[in-house]
T-cell receptor
């Protein structure tokens, strides 16, 4: 496989469920990111990891919990979500944090009932 | 406050009708400007990086240019397969400069 792979592609969950989103990058990059994309709004940066260390938590509610066990894998653990959390969640990676383009996966479409 | 504004919000072109998309930015120092293409149900696909005013990059029918205040994505003789949303993002040279600040995108539809 190449690029950035996200699973699942679609997820429907109730407000009391716990689920996790998975991201894997096959590019040998050192930095990984979680973004939220809502309809008609710019991409919102949620979390940034560099060499498995979290370097940014962009005022994200605690019901979103990231995990980066190694430089190739990134998880987003979800619990007690709200309807307004329904969105496309995108994972990205880049070689370095600065001056490098970010390469995106195809996202997980999340729907909260 | 750092800001990126893209215009127009939506653009309809006939096949072969050339046009330009605009990305205006306000940042305290620019590290880089990035163009992406996003198809429905997909993640953004990286197109170009521009680092300094006067720089130009080309790929097939697309050409990106950069000034001190804005960037243009010129589309020459577009085809229906060029239909997508085009996103612009900037990285500023200040604290937390690894953040990409995205615009809201331009939705391009090219009709045959």
């Amino acid at each position: 496989e190449t690029g950035v792979t996200q699973t699942p592609r679609h997820l429907v969950m109730g407000m009391t469920n716990k689920k996790s989103l998975k991201c894997e990058q096959h590019l040998g990059h050192n930095a990984m990111y979680w973004y939220k994309q809502s309809a008609k709004k710019p991409l919102e940066l949620m979390f940034v990891y560099s060499l498995e260390e979290r370097v940014e938590n962009n005022s994200v509610p605690s019901r979103f919990s990231p995990e980066c066990p190694n430089s190739s894998h990134l998880f987003l653990h979800l619990h007690t979500l709200q309807p307004e959390d329904s969105a496309l969640y995108l994972c990205a990676s880049s070689q370095e944090l600065i001056n490098q383009p970010q390469h995106f996966g195809d996202g997980t479409r999340l729907s909260i009932l | 406050e750092d800001q990126v504004t893209q215009s127009p919000e939506a653009l309809r072109l006939q096949e072969g009708e050339s046009s330009s998309l605009n990305c205006s930015y306000t940042v305290s120092g620019l590290r880089g400007l990035f163009w992406y293409r996003q198809d429905p149900g997909k993640g953004p696909e990286f197109l170009f990086t521009l680092y300094s005013a006067g720089e130009e990059k080309e790929k097939e029918r697309l050409k990106a240019t950069l000034t001190k205040k804005e960037s243009f994505l010129h589309i020459t003789a577009p085809k229906p397969e060029d239909s997508a949303t085009y996103l612009c993002a900037v990285q500023a040279s200040q604290d937390s400069s690894y953040k990409l600040i995205f615009g809201s995108g331009t939705r391009l539809l090219v009709r045959p």
